[in-house]
């Protein structure tokens, strides 16, 4: 019973996004051979490159040629181990990570005869398992499925929320986007620009967020008493444990995996609220630019001809402009930074809107602190 509560509570700590407070959570054994799948996958696109110059048929016996012999290098490596030929490896070490990283590269310059390839190949497959790396190690996705739930859930609370911590905020920006000044400025950004612009106003978002998350955790990650925790964990893998039986640890500090895990959980379910209102001002202000605004007013302010996108059939002279999209969006991005601090540092707001994403944290302390008594009761047993 213990041993399926444990494997229960660690397929439980997956789901919402907190992997780094499974016990002995670590690369080799969990993260890479978790992704090993997609980066076998991945590895197969990269050697199935053509050579312009062959004609299709010695195309395809090559891209043939170049799978079987990453498959039989595999084997080859697999046989060595006394494993199973096609199986993929239960530790990803050194060896695994430089095939990876070298074979494909090295396959794909046979075939295309340039051999400069290999270590821009190499750099590119290192990026890509950096960023599965990061989205396994902290699951990312289950952490966004989790954070879409909870948006959905709680839209109507969310909405009202946007109403009350917003309305003065909207009087200015409705102020602003009627400025002829916002739109020189806004809607005659080249794409590279007005990227960097609302790319700042995001960095300044998340580095406020990330600021206040250390005082966050820190208030969430330690209890006065086991009737805390019982309340905290029902509905959970291990609600039946007997926490009269001492399996409970609550001295047990977070290490820096886990705090920085528990920081990318707070921090994502935060950001999918924001950019849900965010995404509220950018289609209030759409809506309204296409109804209140012709071609001939925004080609007035903006100084240039308008880049019409499309035309709004029942309307006249109705139209959904490249500048407007811009502005829209210059003005969505600032309510962003507005509505992040207001409910970080609000106590109003906090209470109805952030203590529901750092409650659900606070649940998956509860359990860590059960699931470590349990494990150390397994493994005093064994």
Known sequence: MTAETIEATEAWFRRRGTPHFIDGYNARDDILTRAMPFLTFFVVLEVSVFNLDWTRWINVLAVAG??????????????????????????????????????????????????????????????????VYVTVSFGLIPILRWAASLLVRDIAGVVGLFARALPLLLVFLTFLFINAEVWRMAGRLDGERFGLLVGL????????????????????????????????????????????EGALRLDAPLTRSQRTNAGVVVLFSLATQVFFVSMLVWGFFVVLGILAFDEGLIASWTENEPQVLAEVSGLQGAVVTAELLQVATFLAAFSAFYFTISVVTSQDYRDEFFEEIVGELRQAFAVRAVYLGVVAQHDAEA
């Open 66 to 131: 170049a799978c079987a012999t990453f498959g039989a290098g595999w084997a080859g490596l697999n046989h060595l181990r006394g494993r199973p030929l096609r199986a993929l490896p239960e530790r990803v070490g050194a060896v695994e990570l430089g095939v990876f990283l070298l074979v494909p590269p090295a396959i794909s310059a046979v075939v295309l005869a340039d051999w400069t390839l290999v270590p821009v190949l190499a750099v590119f497959n290192l990026l890509i398992l950096a960023a």
């Open 201 to 244: 106003f995001a960095l300044m978002t998340a580095v406020f967020a990330l600021f206040r998350l250390p005082a966050e955790i820190a208030d969430i990650e330690h209890f006065s008493g086991a009737d805390r925790i019982a309340d905290l964990v029902r509905g959970t893998p291990v609600e039946d444990i007997d926490l009269a």
